[in-house]
């Protein structure tokens, strides 16, 4: 077997990458710690390959020895990171020398677990509405729980809250047609989500309360724009903003865990399912294009009912 070098294998195989990073740092200039992990990805192929002949290795060997790498407690993101690093490397290995094919060409990474969104408990996430925090109701106290409100009561994404004008306006004086506004009469909102999919979604009633209240204080917008929340300087509201606010306020309310507005938008989507069961209705409330989209909130439901019958069930758990 052969003894791998610093660039990744003896003999032949040393030559080869050796090659291969100084073209990476040389001519492509890549950066010297992008170019030592390409070293320690290689080293690792001729450590697990064994030999110094590249060009043996085969689509079954890649496939082998990213099952070694999984077996032996990699993570599906770092074995797919070591993939694509071989198969840039026997890309441009064909360009030196005669490869049947590229042997790490249709070889996958396993599957990353996907993770559970973040969704608030329902008695939180209510606390959090409800907190308190100043005593008193300045006008961007009141903006903030208009904004907070809205994401909760109709699960927005944070560009759509705040994409949101006062009502519907026509392009006019520099200013574009609305993509999305209040139809506060009506009880809803009007967005346009992810592929311009336009779509209404229901405002409940403290959401409503909230909007009016702010509404009645709200200031003109500086920026001649219709928005419906501002910043501190009258001009439309950015999302990073909102998310600064909202971190800022369930710090204050003493939320139990970090909370920004996309956990809103899941406290919504996984508390409406919960009480509903209707999984395209809340597809349709989301803007998902697909029903796989929100399935993801069913692992959510489940969760909780879990956590429910083990608390509750008198043979839940083994004595």
Known sequence: MATPGRDGGSGAAADWARRYLDELALQRQLSPH????????????????????????????????????????????????????WRGFYGWLSNHTPLAANPVDGVQAPKRPRSLPKALAVDDAVQLMEADTRGHAEPFELCNRAMFELLYSSGLRVSELAGLDVAWQDARAGQPAS????????GEVIVTGKGNKM?????????????????AVRPPARDGSAALFLSARATRISPRVVQGRLKQHALRAGAPVHVHPHVLRHSFASHLLQSSGDLRAVQELLGHASITSTQIYTALDFQHLSKVYDAAHPRAKAK
């Open 34 to 85: 992008t170019v030592a992990a390409y070293r320690r990805d290689l080293a690792e192929l001729a450590t697990l390959a064994g030999h110094d002949d590249w060009p043996r290795l085969t689509h079954f060997d890649i496939r082998r020895f990213a099952a070694r790498l999984h077996g032996g407690g990699q993570s599906a993101r770092t074995i797919a990171r070591k993939l694509s690093g």
């Open 179 to 186: 993509l999305g506004w209040l139809d506060l009469q009506a």
């Open 199 to 215: 779509r209404r979604v229901p405002v409940g009633a403290p959401a409503r309360d909230a909007l009016a209240a702010w509404l």
